[in-house]
């Protein structure tokens, strides 16, 4: 187990990892890296880590498992500065939390400690940031991807799995294209169909009064929009770095828009009730084998 532990990054899920390692591991030395480090003193208080300090002053000494819980593109900064760093350990290992692992992998692989870093992404998290809104909730039950690269070994990736499943995660393994490529389309491509609905709203709507509005709008609406609410900064770093992909399924979704257009038109036209029924029960029962 690892007894001394940094988190860089205490926000949604830094704080939510710092809450369930130590209600798991009273012992464990937490000590949580931010840009405003006198903001995390509540995390002190209440009991979850140990010590804070600036982002800009890492200690490696004797840390035996650094935790990089930053937006992608700070987070590989941050993990080729701990890898360069002359007082990690040997024995050290460095995990990640972000949601595109193959642009994090290729910037490390060639470096010559590239092996004590293990690319991880828990499954979790809200549309809220900070450490005001971690919780011991988000991670129990939830997946956690790690993704392993040439240069790891087997007993560092058993050890890291072993720390996600007494987070109570559940784990998957597998390589970093295959993550980026299917997290494009159950993550990425959510966010984005969410965003542009709150953009569509608002174009469609435009001159109303938003309390205007508000009689109108129902839990549907609530639920399609609240990922719209995520964190800008995460959400450019994650589209930027996983562009390729996003844009793939992003055509998809164009082409299903367009065939839920033409089957509108079709039963408008026609005034064919059954094109639209047609439509549903092919969606419907796409839905049934996915909930089976």
């Known amino acids: 187990?690892?007894?001394?532990?940094?988190?860089?990054?205490?926000?949604?899920?830094?704080?939510?990892?710092?809450?369930?390692?130590?209600?798991?591991?009273?012992?464990?030395?937490?000590?949580?890296?931010?840009?405003?480090?006198?903001?995390?003193?509540?995390?002190?208080?209440?009991?979850?880590?140990?010590?804070?300090?600036?982002?800009?002053?890492?200690?490696?000494?004797?840390?035996?498992?650094?935790?990089?819980?930053?937006?992608?593109?700070?987070?590989?900064?941050?993990?080729?500065?701990?890898?360069?760093?002359?007082?990690?350990?040997?024995?050290?290992?460095?995990?990640?939390?972000?949601?595109?692992k193959q642009m994090v992998i290729d910037s490390i692989v060639d470096h010559e400690k590239a092996g004590q870093f293990v690319g991880c992404h828990p499954m979790a998290g809200s549309e809220k940031s900070g450490y005001t809104f971690s919780t011991h909730s988000i991670l129990p039950g939830?997946?956690?991807?790690?993704?392993?690269?040439?240069?790891?070994?087997?007993?560092?990736?058993?050890?890291?799995?072993?720390?996600?499943?007494?987070?109570?995660?559940?784990?998957?393994?597998?390589?970093?294209?295959?993550h980026d490529r299917m997290v494009a389309s159950t993550s990425h491509l959510p966010h984005i169909v969410s965003a542009v609905l709150m953009d569509s709203f608002f174009a469609i709507n435009k001159g109303n009064n938003p309390s205007d509005m508000q009689p109108f709008i129902g839990k549907g609406f609530k639920d399609m929009t609240r990922l719209a609410g995520g964190s800008p900064d995460m959400w450019a770093d994650i589209v930027l770095l996983n562009n390729t992909n996003i844009i793939a399924v992003l055509e998809n979704y164009i082409q299903s828009l367009t065939k839920v257009k033409h089957s509108i038109q079709q039963a408008s036209l026609h005034n064919d009730r059954d094109v639209l029924c047609r439509y549903f029960e092919e969606v419907q029962n796409k839905w049934n084998k996915y909930h089976a």
């Open 142 to 178: 939830a997946w956690v991807i790690i993704t392993p690269h040439k240069k790891n070994n087997n007993d560092d990736i058993v050890a890291i799995k072993k720390f996600w499943e007494l987070l109570e995660c559940k784990i998957h393994i597998t390589d970093a294209a295959t």
């Open 1 to 100: 187990m690892f007894n001394k532990v940094a988190i860089i990054g205490l926000g949604l899920i830094g704080g939510s990892i710092a809450r369930m390692l130590k209600k798991k591991h009273q012992s464990v030395h937490i000590t949580a890296y931010g840009r405003k480090p006198e903001n995390l003193h509540n995390a002190i208080k209440e009991g979850f880590i140990d010590e804070v300090a600036s982002i800009d002053a890492i200690d490696c000494n004797d840390v035996d498992l650094f935790i990089v819980a930053t937006p992608v593109l700070s987070s590989i900064t941050i993990i080729t500065s701990l890898l360069d760093d002359p007082h990690l350990k040997s024995t050290a290992l460095v995990i990640d939390a972000g949601s595109v």
